[in-house]
């Protein structure tokens, strides 16, 4: 299957004949330049198909890295945007290069399997955490565990460095929009492959062996006996790296083990749904547990056990024991289903279960012994929480969050993590307003910090009008507000004491995530110190190295191609977290975006092929469709119609990006050196990405400011080329 598919993306069908015109496209004993020199019209026509595998091969093993290290390396999780950063520094870097003489295309499989051995040694450090982001199962910062991680983004980038030069080369080799239509069609194809393979069946070995074939095919035949065995041996280290019992969902790598146990089981025990004192079973994410999958209803258990199963659903009853009634539940963040049985336990006849991961529904399935998503009065979700929210029309006696809390970010192109929408101002109000006249909010949270506490209860207080009640046990917060009236919580529920905050106390003081501001999991508006460590290492490397490779000082036309790939990234990501706000931080909605994007900015391209040369007046509609998505708020985009925000979506926030196409592509067109402006203006999305952080400080809509002032910049770099005569 990957073989026929890889014959389709190169337009060839018979193997043979792949073979012969890689082979003979791709010569690492003969020096780059001759690329630009080739004159034989039968060859050049071939240099399109090359460049299409090479950026199809590209997008594909960047996604693939992305998806498959945090199943290696637990903390790269919370890294995604940093290893998609660090891919672009190492296309950029190889496509600056493009005209030496010296092909490293060669070098690829050593290299692949360089960062498939560092991915293995740092598995063995715990990564770095930070005093003002709150992250799970994180040790103190040592200086071995920065390099790690700091090892892990450079070796990630010195991967792509020798694709990024054959891709420049090729640049040279063919008019600039048409090498550029190839290119951003390879992209474009890598994407939806992906994405396909990722939602219907991933394995990191079989993606691993769809690259390795892809390398091989692409270098000539003198060099495949040496090539083989050591793409063979990464392939054998991503095997290793993961158990072959790993399930993998769309967010995460899973391991399913028996409560207290190490060992991954496949099958539950014969006779679960029946048994007495059924075995409860750990969800393990990352190699780090994220739920437990059992019963709590305790006449299952004998009575040894009763005691100790009624202990651990405390905080789940504690809500329901100072709700009025509970007839009808939503459940947001079911997992498992433990929040969804002690709801029908406590006598809910109708509850609606949410949860956003469909492993974690088939996985309870299968392992959790009440069978609780088969009970006639649950209705299962499989969408997220905020979009459902959206949609109910309400009538609930209790809304419950459950544990949400996330372990990944939704996208390896925003910081936002998996619930960053859930956990604000806004989906707290949403919520409440779902209530019935007695209803009660209900929110639980294992807070490792005491500002994350503090923050959680503000956020609810600033929702509802209301300061909530508040109890705490071991680290444990649950978190309830009254609509109507209600009696007056008592101080203690079990081991579950009331916190009482006095007028004054610095729960006012504690910054709410909102959805413009959605970081519930940092203290406030800061940068963490660990990602400012690895940023400003990565651009104390890049700037020197980039200058290095130039051989040549960095000129208006460099920087103008540099600006507009900063604006452009910093675009798009923001456009991912605006749709994610709107249809729910989904992966689908993801991919759906960027392959949005990459269709208009290849849209673009063939109507600047039709245009006879660069019009400074592109600028004007694209700087006036930015100001529209500054000014127009989301609030309102979100009480739009579904029908209505997908047309908002689709017609008019990939505008900006079309007008920034038109003019990267008419300006790239008259550049005397395209492999040289291209690798500039991936270094400039290397440094948006890196911009894109900003935003835990200033909020996401302000963003809008630095993408503005990139295109601005741009344009006073054109305009000083025209004036001095060169565009």
Known sequence: MVLALFRELTFVRPIKRCETILSYMVSTESPAPSLSQATDLHVRRRRGPELFCLSFLALFLELMVIRWEPAVVRLIAYYANLMLISSFLGLGVGAIVGRTRKSLFEWLPALLLINVAWLLIAHFITLPTTA??????????????????????????????????????????LPPL?????????????????GLFSLRYFSPTLGMGFVALAIILLLPRGQWLRTVPILALSMAGVYFSVASSAIWSPYYCIIVTEKGGKAPVREPHPGLRTMQDPPVYDVRVNHYFLQSDGTSDPNRYSPQKKTEILDGRMQYDLPYALASAHRRVLMLGAGGGTDTEIAVLNGAEQVDAVEIDPMLVKLSGRFNASGIYSNPKVHVHVEDARAFLRRSSGGYDMVVFGFLDSQTLFSSMTNIRLDGYIYTVQSMQSAFRLLNDNGVLSLSFMAGHEWLARKLVRMVELATGQMPAVYESQGQVVICAFRGQHPNPPPQYGRFVRTVFPAGDEVSEAVAPTDDWPFLYLSRKTIPADYLIVIGILLAITIPAVFMLRGRGFGINDGHFLFLGLGFLLLETKSISDCSLYFGTTWFVTLVVVTGVLLMVLAANMVAMRMSRFRMWLYAPLIATLLLLYLFKRDSILALSFDERLLWSLLVVPLPIFFAGLIFSTTFRQGSIPSSFFGANLIGAMIGGFCEYLSMIMGNQNLMFLVIGAYLVSLGLQMRLVKAGRA
């Not at 790690?148 to 694709?163: D, E, K, M, Q, Y």
């Not at 239509?181 to 474009?188: E, I, K, N």
């Open 132 to 173: 003002s982001e709150s992250r799970f199962y994180t040790p103190t910062p040592q200086v071995v565990r920065y390099v790690s991680l700091v090892g892990i983004f450079v070796s990630n980038a010195i991967v792509f460095v020798p694709l990024g030069q054959r891709i420049g080369s090729l640049f040279e080799a």
């Open 178 to 194: 048409s090498a550029y239509s190839w290119d951003l069609g390879g992209s474009l194809a890598g994407t939806l492959c992906f």
